[in-house]
């Protein structure tokens, strides 16, 4: 064998190993981008119709945002409900922050 041949063996193994790999990255793509599907497909027809409540779009909603007061008051007693419902098994406490 010369050595133009061996050359020549070496230049398709490697076009053929790179066009397998090229070949299957876009394979994977294409499942990727089938994902965006996926959600639709496993509710099924469960969610064909639903009735609409009249009532609940008659009414306007009341927003906190004018007052953060209030804001405060009712995040502060959901992190505490939070916070009381789950046992937490760590027992590191931080007691104080310096900065060096």
């Known amino acids: 064998m010369t050595l133009a041949e061996i050359f020549t063996k070496a230049i398709m193994n490697t076009?053929?190993?790179m066009g397998v790999v090229f070949s299957v990255l876009i394979f994977i793509s294409f499942i990727i981008s089938l994902f965006k599907y996926?959600?639709?497909l496993l509710e099924g027809r469960k969610?064909?119709?639903q009735p609409v409540d009249v009532?609940?779009?008659s009414e306007p909603e009341e927003t906190i945002s004018g007052d953060p007061v209030l804001a405060a008051v009712i995040t502060a007693a959901v992190h505490a409900f939070l916070n009381?419902?789950?046992v937490?098994?760590?027992?590191?406490?931080?007691r104080s922050i310096r900065r060096i």
């Open 84 to 86: 009381e419902e789950t």
């Open 15 to 17: 076009i053929l190993g």
């Open 47 to 49: 969610n064909k119709k």
């Open 55 to 57: 009532a609940a779009l």
């Open 38 to 40: 996926l959600p639709g």
């Open 88 to 94: 937490t098994t760590d027992a590191y406490v931080v």
